[in-house]
């Protein structure tokens, strides 16, 4: 009977190799991050001489003092090299908002804050230029909106969260809480970008306060919304702990009074009814 040839073992790999090339690729990784950095910065000075995105490649690698190909061996071209500033760009405005929001006095409250700091920051800034967001990003949003919403993930998921804990509290209402969430900015972004509403021959700025109020009105009604921050609800939500308003006993009642009588004149007039005469 033939014996059942068995698999060498291989030994496993020495530690000082691991941690030698560990070494090595930790190096190389802190070589290419600072790399990308300077082609980043030059880009950001481009920008800032220029009042525009319109520069060439070749304007980046001479500013940062680097070579062509070492660009090419990070970005595939400018386009991806303004991506990364803009992404870069919304990643450090959530850090920013999501610690100034941490000073509210409850969920709401820190979603206003939120949505204040999130308008002040989309506000065009008098005497400076940001072509990356008035020129780029509007270029991007018509040709590439799924590289738009990747870039917005950072705030978009900070919103999220704002909305749920809101929701929680049960001083919002909000079945689905990333569109809600998706929709306030928007609303936030849009508005301060072009901040006048036509009102009769004139145009009338709208004001971040006006922009939360509209938002609020959204998430908890309009009658919180022009009073306190507080939301009553009026229908539970998943996962809610929600306050039933105190108006709302006395609604339904009225409305079913209101039906009663109505089926009660209804009932008398068919029994009051002349019945017509048969020819």
Known sequence: MSAVPVEPVEPPEPAWRQRAVER????????????????????????????????????????????????????????????????????????????????GRDPLDKLRIAVDLLYRSSEPKSGAQSPLFTDFAIQLLVSHPDQVATAHLPLLGFFTELVEEAVAAGQAVSPKPRRTASLIMQTAMFTARAPSAPVGAHPSPISAQEVWAFCLGGITGPAVAAGTTEAPLDEEQPGASAKKSPAAPAARKTAGTRRTATKSTAAKSATTRTPRSKT
């Open 24 to 103: 090595s690729t930790r190096a190389a990784k802190l070589r290419a991050e600072q790399r990308v950095q300077r082609f980043l910065d030059a880009a950001q000075e481009l920008i800032a001489d220029k009042g525009t995105t319109d520069f060439t490649v070749q304007e980046i690698v001479e500013r940062s003092r680097q070579s062509l190909r070492s660009f090419y061996q990070h970005f595939d071209g400018k386009h991806e090299l303004l991506l990364a500033l803009f992404e870069d760009a919304l990643s450090r405005s959530a850090v920013e908002i999501r610690g100034a929001a941490a000073a």
